[in-house]
């Protein structure tokens, strides 16, 4: 073993990269399936491949010479002496009850694989020892963690609790020795023991006493080391082998036994009741229907297989310990091409009767194939008088006459003589009208062979080129054209894309079903007419693709589609309301080809034509590869640390970052495999994503479940799916009793507040208050008695003057100037132009009532329409009845008043009143009468700015300045009021 191990470790190969077709095996089982070289994508540098197993997650592990290699249908993992391993060679790998790998390797090293670690056993040093430099063969752990170990030379020894040891010793010495296995928790422990009861007589004998069974088997002579296996295949019906020799032993008797040449490797019984038996140099014998009687079929021959192995998904596994590993779909597909022992056939149509099976190829060529008890015994071409200038794009058998299609319409026999040419028909497909009579879809028509007399008659002509036709019940013909679906009804035809654009694709094919038009199309999938709508199924319904090369109607509820992606199997539970279902089927199920070109039914067997290739099977036992597999949580991190992978986790207020990686593992299609997920508590919603992790990020305390299953082609593929059940807990601030301290705390900084605000808030009243009373005050100023007297002393003299016009407008303007003053005294702020308008009323009054003593002008160094500024009523009127009064009115002549506004940056509004009168201190020398008049106007402006300016947290300010000519003569007064800008 080891020499051809070196030999064989210089030979190295390519061990991961993609699957791909190696070699033909023998006929008697080339033409059932195909056989594969394993190539997945990563080097491994030896072939010797010894033991693999399946494990709970789906994952697939593998013992090699250069460590433990496990496989999810993607990526490969090694573990090595780096990983944990003792030794590198591992010989055998076992699962137990509690979900363990253990790993035993040819130096009689033993550890187990549990949650991402490896670890050595206790007793790994005392088993080496036991063993002396042997191997285990097998190693069985039962219910009570007791664990059997058969040595691959010496007696079994058992282990309890991982500290006592149990040695079954041997009482003497004999070649002719007897099998036992003990039966228990259905586990199978074999061991060669030297002594025979004496019920066991003759060469061969079983017997059966509290749960063991012992075989006696003659060996014909002794060899050193064992090989023997044992396999269930029913309730007191057993396969056994020990070395060379395999045995049946049924209701406690031996009912078969065959001898190879070389010692038995492996036996395995698959999900069909198939009996595998593994033989080193001879190959893998597989015996049909559980019968050993029957001829085998033999693959791997002159191989040295390990073992036969088949997964979840029912893929078989063949490794071996001098070519690596080899792979077989499910046998329910039987191959013709190449790679069984046929030639090499692309495939455009394919026609099938009960005796033959007629084809085209892509190379214009047509093929006869002899079919006996449903399988094909030989292909030769079919040859044509005329050979046609383009491939054959139909053919199609009516009763015993062959018709072809080509830019040429053959008639013949099966028997290869020609019947009819017609020429220059350059047709697409072939179908049989309601009358029986041959219709051919042409590219601007079609044609319809009537009678011998009659040969054909020409009629509908369509821009767009017909690649087939359907006439169904109701007299309605279906044209399927390169740019969609038209239908001729009454000599009427109807373009169906003007109202549905999914009818405006390639149609490749059109078929009945249950009274309803099926329509395949290239780009859109299948299309039902069901009434007057029609319905979609598209690859993201499960569909292997979306551009259709042929549908083949089983009965009126299945039908079968091929696509350039695979073959589907569409079951229709109810076609009115599209419940359905698909069922898909590639290479990775043993089709030799996913490119289906052609579908045909004779004798129960489907046919299809490939791009690789025939292919023939039973629909009603082909194998259902709906995949179903378990999803599980692969690491869980929280705040970007590794937590226990367990359910109910209790985590604290900050670790509220969690991060969820899971995984389901499908062997044949991991890649096309997604998730969908929710969070319930935080999002009732499932997401779907191509991730296998999810992150949630500062997740509020509280109750929450993670729920995620797996997906692919849009159907949950997992028996039920992962829940996690998480609390994220309150943080301290967030208990009882301080929530209710924070409580009486915001009780009291809430009663602060409230006891603060209704201070300010009386504050502000009693403010507002004095300012309405300095406002009434300032109103009461401007409306003041002299004014008003004065002004209706005026209206008199203009009336007793006989000056009516100008009373009128006196007392015109005097009413508006009153009318002005009242609704300004109601608002706190008034627009600027409201103000200039009172100032320019109150002017024009005093001017006439005075006989134009004095003139006055309003200037601006900014555009006032152009601005929306407001300031408060009232304000500088009380300046100008100053100015006037006792200013300008003493002057003899020459009086003027000049009122100002200017902006000062963006903020400040600037009034300026400036009088040439004769000055404060000539008017109060003057009119002392009217000081207290003045006096109190002033105090009573200066106490309203105060409110405001305390009131609205602004800053109005005014100031008197008095003019002078050489610091002696007085020559006026200048007020100067500043108002903050309100927009």
Same mark, same amino acid.
């Given at each position: 073993?080891?020499?051809?191990?070196?030999?064989?470790?210089?030979?190295?190969?390519?061990?991961?990269?993609?699957?791909?077709?190696?070699?033909?095996?023998?006929?008697?089982?080339?033409?059932?399936?195909?056989?594969?070289?394993?190539? @997945?994508?990563?080097?491994?540098?030896?072939?010797?491949?010894?033991?693999?197993?399946?494990?709970?997650?789906?994952?697939?592990?593998?013992?090699?010479?250069?460590?433990?290699?496990?496989?999810?249908?993607?990526?490969?993992?090694?573990?090595?002496?780096?990983?944990?391993?003792?030794?590198?060679?591992?010989?055998?790998?076992?699962?137990?009850?509690?979900?363990?790998?253990?790993?035993?390797?040819?130096?009689?090293?033993?550890?187990?694989?549990?949650?991402? /670690?490896?670890?050595?056993?206790?007793?790994?040093?005392?088993?080496?020892?036991?063993?002396?430099?042997?191997?285990?063969?097998?190693?069985?752990?039962?219910?009570?963690?007791?664990?059997?170990?058969? @040595?691959?030379?010496?007696?079994?020894?058992? +282990?309890?609790?991982?500290?006592?040891?149990?040695?079954?010793?041997?009482?003497?010495?004999?070649?002719?020795?007897?099998?036992?296995?003990?039966?228990?928790? &259905?586990?199978?422990?074999?061991?060669?023991?030297?002594?025979?009861?004496?019920?066991?007589?003759?060469?061969?004998?079983?017997?059966?006493?509290?749960?063991?069974?012992?075989?006696?088997?003659?060996?014909?002579?002794?060899?050193?080391?064992?090989?023997?296996?044992?396999?269930?295949?029913?309730?007191? &019906?057993?396969?056994?082998?020990?070395?060379?020799?395999?045995?049946?032993?049924?209701? *406690?008797?031996?009912?078969?036994?065959?001898?190879?040449?070389?010692?038995?490797?492996?036996?395995?019984?698959?999900?069909?009741?198939?009996?595998?038996?593994?033989?080193?140099?001879?190959?893998?014998?597989?015996?049909?229907?559980?019968?050993? /009687?029957?001829?085998?079929?033999?693959?791997?021959?002159?191989? $040295?297989?390990?073992?036969?192995?088949?997964?979840?998904?029912?893929?078989?596994?063949?490794?071996?310990?001098?070519?690596?590993?080899?792979?077989?779909?499910?046998?329910?597909?039987?191959?013709?091409?190449?790679?069984?022992?046929?030639?090499?056939?692309?495939?455009?149509?394919?026609?099938?009767?009960?005796?033959?099976?007629?084809?085209?190829? !892509?190379?214009?060529?047509?093929?006869?194939?002899?079919?006996?008890?449903?399988?094909?015994?030989?292909?030769?071409?079919?040859?044509?008088?005329?050979?046609?200038?383009?491939?054959?794009?139909?053919?199609?058998?009516?009763?015993?006459?062959?018709?072809?299609?080509?830019?040429?319409?053959?008639?013949?026999?099966?028997?290869? $003589?020609?019947?009819?040419?017609?020429? *220059?028909?350059?047709?697409?497909?072939?179908?049989?009208?309601?009358?029986?009579?041959?219709?051919?879809?042409?590219?601007?028509?079609?044609?319809?062979?009537?009678?011998?007399?009659?040969?054909?008659?020409?009629?509908?002509?369509?821009?767009?080129?017909?690649?087939?036709?359907?006439?169904?019940?109701?007299?309605?013909?279906?044209?399927?054209?390169?740019?969609?679906?038209?239908?001729?009804?009454?000599?009427?035809?109807?373009?169906?894309?003007?109202?549905?654009?999914?009818?405006?694709?390639?149609?490749?094919?059109?078929?009945?079903?249950?009274?309803?038009?099926?329509?395949?199309?290239?780009?859109?999938?299948?299309?039902?007419?069901?009434?007057?709508?029609?319905?979609?199924?598209?690859?993201?319904?499960?569909?292997?693709?979306?551009?259709?090369? *042929?549908?083949?109607?089983? *009965?009126?509820?299945?039908?079968?589609?091929?696509?350039?992606?695979?073959?589907?199997? +569409?079951?229709?539970?109810? +076609?009115?309301?599209?419940?359905?279902?698909?069922?898909?089927?590639?290479?990775?199920?043993?089709?030799?080809?996913?490119?289906?070109?052609?579908?045909?039914?004779?004798?129960?067997?489907?046919?299809?034509?490939?791009?690789?290739?025939?292919?023939?099977?039973?629909?009603?036992?082909?194998?259902?590869?709906?995949?179903?597999?378990?999803?599980? !949580?692969?690491?869980?991190?929280?705040?970007?640390?590794?937590?226990?992978?367990?359910?109910?986790?209790?985590?604290?207020?900050?670790?509220?970052?969690?991060?969820?990686?899971?995984?389901?593992?499908?062997?044949?299609?991991?890649?096309? #495999?997604?998730?969908?997920?929710?969070?319930?508590?935080?999002?009732?919603?499932?997401?779907?994503?191509?991730?296998?992790?999810?992150?949630?990020?500062?997740?509020?305390?509280?109750?929450?479940?993670?729920? %995620?299953?797996?997906?692919?082609?849009?159907?949950?593929?997992?028996?039920?799916?992962?829940?996690?059940?998480?609390?994220?807990?309150?943080?301290?601030?967030?208990?009882?009793?301080?929530?209710?301290?924070?409580? %009486? #705390?915001?009780?009291?900084?809430?009663?602060?507040?409230?006891?603060?605000?209704?201070?300010?808030?009386?504050?502000?009243?009693?403010?507002?208050?004095?300012?309405?009373?300095?406002?009434?005050?300032?109103?009461?100023?401007?409306?003041?008695?002299?004014?008003?007297?004065?002004?209706?002393?005026?209206?008199?003299?203009?009336?007793?003057?006989?000056?009516?016009?100008?009373?009128?407008?006196?007392?015109?303007?005097?009413?508006?100037?009153?009318?002005?003053?009242?609704?300004?005294?109601?608002?706190?702020? !008034?627009?600027?132009?409201?103000?200039? /308008?009172?100032?320019?009323?109150?002017?024009?009054?005093?001017?006439?009532?005075?006989? /134009?003593?004095? &003139?006055?002008?309003?200037?601006?160094?900014?555009?006032?329409?152009?601005?929306?500024?407001?300031?408060?009523?009232?304000?500088?009127?009380?300046?100008?009845?100053?100015?006037?009064?006792?200013?300008?009115?003493?002057?003899?002549?020459?009086?003027?008043?000049?009122?100002?506004?200017?902006?000062?940056?963006?903020?400040?509004?600037?009034?300026?009143?400036?009088?040439?009168?004769?000055?404060?201190?000539?008017?109060?020398?003057?009119?002392?009468?009217?000081?207290?008049?003045?006096?109190?106007?002033?105090?009573?402006?200066?106490?309203?700015?105060?409110?405001?300016?305390?009131?609205?947290?602004?800053?109005?300010?005014?100031?008197?300045?008095? =003019?002078?000519?050489?610091?002696?003569?007085?020559?006026?007064?200048?007020?100067?009021?500043?108002?903050?800008?309100? =927009?």
């Amino acid at each position: 073993m080891f020499k051809q191990k070196q030999n064989i470790i210089q030979t190295k190969s390519y061990f991961l990269t993609i699957i791909t077709f190696l070699f033909f095996v023998n006929s008697s089982f080339s033409q059932y399936s195909i056989l594969n070289k394993f190539k @997945p994508n990563s080097k491994i540098s030896s072939l010797e491949i010894y033991d693999m197993l399946q494990d709970d997650k789906n994952y697939i592990w593998f013992a090699t010479n250069e460590g433990v290699y496990r496989y999810d249908g993607i990526d490969f993992k090694i573990f090595t002496i780096k990983e944990g391993l003792h030794s590198n060679a591992t010989i055998r790998l076992t699962k137990d009850r509690k979900n363990r790998i253990w790993f035993s390797a040819f130096s009689g090293d033993l550890c187990f694989y549990k949650n991402n /670690n490896i670890y050595k056993h206790p007793l790994n040093d005392t088993i080496i020892s036991i063993l002396k430099n042997n191997y285990i063969e097998h190693l069985y752990v039962d219910n009570q963690d007791t664990m059997w170990i058969m @040595p691959s030379f010496g007696s079994m020894f058992k +282990i309890y609790n991982n500290k006592e040891i149990i040695i079954e010793k041997q009482k003497q010495s004999n070649v002719n020795f007897t099998l036992f296995f003990i039966d228990k928790d &259905d586990g199978y422990i074999w061991d060669k023991l030297n002594y025979r009861p004496d019920t066991l007589k003759g060469e061969e004998n079983v017997y059966s006493k509290n749960g063991k069974i012992f075989v006696k088997i003659k060996i014909d002579k002794f060899q050193s080391g064992i090989k023997r296996f044992f396999c269930k295949i029913d309730t007191g &019906d057993y396969l056994i082998s020990d070395l060379n020799n395999l045995v049946r032993i049924k209701n *406690n008797k031996i009912v078969s036994r065959i001898k190879y040449k070389n010692n038995i490797s492996g036996l395995f019984i698959d999900k069909k009741n198939n009996f595998w038996i593994s033989v080193m140099y001879e190959g893998i014998y597989m015996y049909t229907n559980k019968n050993l /009687n029957n001829k085998p079929h033999n693959i791997l021959k002159g191989k $040295i297989p390990a073992q036969v192995f088949q997964d979840n998904e029912g893929t078989y596994w063949f490794p071996t310990t001098d070519a690596g590993i080899f792979t077989m779909s499910y046998p329910q597909f039987t191959v013709y091409n190449k790679q069984t022992g046929f030639d090499n056939f692309n495939i455009v149509s394919i026609e099938t009767d009960n005796k033959n099976v007629f084809f085209s190829t !892509i190379n214009k060529k047509i093929f006869k194939g002899d079919i006996d008890n449903r399988k094909i015994l030989k292909i030769k071409e079919f040859k044509i008088r005329e050979k046609p200038n383009y491939i054959v794009n139909d053919i199609l058998i009516k009763s015993n006459n062959l018709w072809i299609l080509s830019n040429k319409l053959f008639l013949y026999n099966k028997k290869g $003589i020609q019947k009819k040419l017609i020429k *220059n028909i350059y047709g697409n497909s072939l179908t049989i009208d309601l009358d029986s009579s041959i219709i051919i879809a042409q590219n601007g028509g079609y044609t319809k062979l009537l009678t011998k007399n009659k040969v054909y008659e020409y009629n509908y002509k369509l821009k767009s080129k017909i690649k087939l036709i359907l006439h169904d019940k109701k007299d309605n013909i279906w044209l399927g054209t390169l740019s969609g679906l038209y239908k001729i009804t009454k000599d009427k035809i109807y373009d169906l894309k003007k109202n549905n654009k999914l009818l405006g694709n390639r149609i490749s094919d059109l078929k009945i079903l249950d009274n309803h038009l099926i329509i395949g199309t290239k780009g859109e999938g299948l299309l039902i007419k069901i009434d007057k709508l029609f319905y979609q199924i598209e690859s993201k319904h499960g569909l292997t693709s979306n551009f259709i090369n *042929n549908i083949f109607v089983e *009965n009126n509820s299945t039908i079968w589609v091929a696509t350039n992606s695979g073959l589907n199997k +569409i079951v229709f539970n109810n +076609i009115k309301q599209v419940d359905y279902s698909i069922t898909k089927y590639t290479v990775k199920d043993g089709l030799p080809s996913n490119e289906i070109k052609d579908i045909s039914k004779s004798n129960n067997r489907i046919w299809l034509g490939t791009a690789d290739g025939i292919v023939c099977f039973n629909p009603q036992k082909i194998y259902n590869n709906k995949i179903s597999t378990k999803i599980f !949580i692969d690491s869980i991190l929280v705040n970007d640390s590794v937590y226990p992978n367990n359910n109910n986790l209790l985590l604290k207020s900050n670790q509220n970052n969690i991060m969820f990686y899971f995984k389901a593992i499908s062997l044949k299609h991991s890649n096309k #495999i997604k998730y969908e997920y929710k969070l319930l508590g935080s999002d009732n919603k499932y997401i779907t994503t191509n991730n296998n992790y999810v992150k949630f990020n500062s997740l509020l305390p509280g109750k929450y479940s993670f729920i %995620v299953n797996s997906i692919l082609d849009n159907e949950i593929i997992n028996n039920e799916p992962i829940i996690i059940n998480f609390v994220i807990k309150k943080h301290f601030t967030q208990t009882l009793f301080v929530i209710i301290l924070s409580y %009486v #705390i915001g009780a009291f900084i809430l009663f602060i507040i409230l006891f603060f605000a209704y201070k300010n808030l009386k504050n502000k009243i009693q403010l507002e208050k004095k300012l309405l009373l300095t406002k009434s005050l300032s109103l009461k100023a401007q409306m003041n008695p002299h004014f008003l007297y004065n002004s209706l002393n005026s209206i008199r003299f203009f009336l007793f003057s006989n000056k009516l016009e100008d009373a009128d407008l006196y007392l015109t303007s005097f009413a508006s100037l009153m009318r002005l003053v009242l609704e300004s005294s109601m608002k706190n702020l !008034i627009f600027l132009t409201e103000e200039l /308008n009172i100032i320019h009323t109150y002017l024009e009054l005093e001017k006439m009532r005075f006989l /134009n003593k004095f &003139d006055y002008q309003i200037n601006f160094n900014f555009s006032v329409s152009d601005y929306t500024i407001k300031i408060p009523p009232m304000i500088v009127q009380p300046f100008l009845e100053n100015a006037i009064w006792h200013g300008l009115m003493p002057k003899k002549d020459n009086a003027l008043l000049i009122i100002e506004f200017s902006l000062i940056g963006n903020n400040i509004l600037e009034c300026t009143i400036q009088d040439n009168g004769i000055g404060r201190k000539k008017s109060k020398e003057k009119q002392k009468l009217n000081k207290n008049h003045r006096s109190i106007a002033l105090k009573n402006i200066k106490e309203r700015i105060r409110l405001l300016n305390k009131l609205n947290n602004q800053k109005f300010e005014f100031k008197i300045k008095d =003019l002078y000519y050489n610091h002696s003569v007085a020559i006026g007064t200048k007020v100067i009021i500043k108002f903050p800008i309100v =927009l």
